[in-house]
């Protein structure tokens, strides 16, 4: 079994920048051969994909954050990145990893404050 831990959420201001963090233990092998990704869910709202990346590297975006927000990931490291860079207060949200849309993380809060 693989685990999924987030870190790096927080509250910044718009047009700010975090990234996000999503480290995986356990099972780790697994995460090299297959997608990650990164959703959200902001209150009241069901929740949404923001991206995706293969594991040949082939990201998707969200089109709400293409341009903004980057995904990238490091096998050696067993941990997938998000930076999200000019912050919109729209973006306020609770981020999950997942692993192939199976296994997920608890989530982290990033809130942005107009």
């Known amino acids: 079994q693989v685990q999924l831990v987030e870190s790096g959420g927080g509250s910044v201001q718009a047009g700010g920048s975090l990234r996000l963090s999503c480290t995986a233990s356990g099972t780790v092998f697994s995460i090299w051969f297959n997608a990650m990704g990164w959703y959200r869910q902001a209150p009241g709202k069901e929740r949404e994909l923001v991206a995706t990346i293969t594991s040949s590297s082939s990201r998707n975006y969200a089109d709400s954050v293409k341009g903004r927000f980057t995904i990238s990931r490091d096998n050696a490291k067993n941990t997938v990145y998000l930076q999200m860079d000019s912050l919109k207060p729209e973006d306020t949200a609770v981020y999950y990893c997942?692993?192939?849309?199976?296994?997920w993380g608890k989530g982290i809060l990033v809130t942005v404050s107009s």
């Open positions: 997942t692993l192939g849309q199976v296994t």
